[in-house]
Nanobody
Framework: VQLQASGGGLVQAGGSLTLSCAAS????????MRWYRQAPGKQRDLVAT?????ATTYAATGRFTISRDNAKNTMYLQMNSVKPEDTGVYYC???????????????WGQGTLVTVSS
């Protein structure tokens, strides 16, 4: 199983960006999916979570929207009105059950860098 994050880049403050995270491999089911952010020199923090059924929770309200397409095994993070403090490496994380296994295993993607300029 692999999680491939993409969509990062350089964006001006006030702009928008959409991150994607595609899961691939012998996937039977994906439960919760999450986005984390690791700012320079800081710990990795949870940004948002989405369940298999589409229920969402956020660490902070308002500017980000997490979504997923279960048919494509893909998760998104729509980032609006970005601020310099949103800068960091964004990692995707998911609980995935593969064929032939009874339990979910937690997987991490490689991260995609978002830089917000002021």
């Amino acid at each position: 199983v692999q999680l491939q994050a993409s969509g990062g880049g350089l964006v001006q403050a006030g702009g928008s960006l959409t991150l994607s995270c595609a899961a691939s491999g012998t996937i039977f089911s994906i439960n919760n999916m999450r986005w984390y952010r690791q700012a320079p020199g800081k710990q990795r923090d949870l940004v948002a979570t989405i369940t298999n059924g589409g229920a969402t929770t956020y660490a902070a309200t308002g500017r980000f929207t997490i979504s997923r397409d279960n048919a494509k095994n893909t998760m998104y993070l729509q980032m609006n009105s970005v601020k310099p403090e949103d800068t960091g490496v964004y990692y995707c994380n998911a609980d995935i059950k593969t064929f032939g296994h009874l339990l979910y295993t937690n997987y991490w993607g490689q991260g995609t860098l978002v830089t917000v300029s002021s």
